[in-house]
């Protein structure tokens, strides 16, 4: 039980805080694991979550785009993007049709990085969900997505 990790004397009183701290305390835990993976190859999760979009992206996209397929909301994604550019992961190229869109695409390095990553990263999913079968797992998904879908709705 939770509370009782956290050293608590009693239980939640409203099973939504208890639902709420344990997704939080899952995400943290989760976020650590990851985040580690990721700074030993020089990135951040962040950076990572956007060369995983454009590595699944059909083309280049437009820096709006990227943003609104991000996993975590980052306030900065010029910044992010600027970062990667440095590191020469990712490239920006102008847009054919229309020279004033800047777009972003993965460079020769950034995919080769994202291949590195691959199996390192199927690995540490494996690892982490070892002891939850696949029907847990699709349940797990879809209350996850239950819960996500409202908010989706209708944002605060």
Excluded at 3 to 30: A, G, N, V
Excluded at 102 to 130: C, H, M, T, Y
């Amino acid at each position: 039980m939770l509370y009782k990790q956290l050293q608590r004397s009693r239980p939640f009183e409203l099973i939504e805080e208890e639902c709420s701290l344990q997704i939080l305390r899952t995400s943290d835990l989760l976020q650590n694991r990851f985040g580690r993976l990721f700074r030993s190859h020089g990135i951040t999760s962040s950076q990572y979550n956007v060369l995983r979009i454009l590595g699944g992206a059909a083309e280049a996209l437009q820096c709006s785009e990227i943003s609104q397929r991000m996993i975590q909301v980052v306030p900065a994604i010029t910044g992010l993007l600027d970062r990667l550019e440095k590191q020469q992961l990712i490239e920006r190229v102008r847009g054919e049709s229309d020279r004033r869109k800047i777009l972003v695409r993965l460079s020769s390095e950034g995919e080769a990085l994202l291949r590195r990553l691959q199996p390192e990263v199927e690995s540490l999913n494996k690892e982490l969900f070892a002891h939850v079968d696949a029907e847990q797992m699709t349940t797990l998904c879809q209350l996850l997505e239950t819960v996500r879908s409202a908010w989706v709705a209708s944002p605060a």
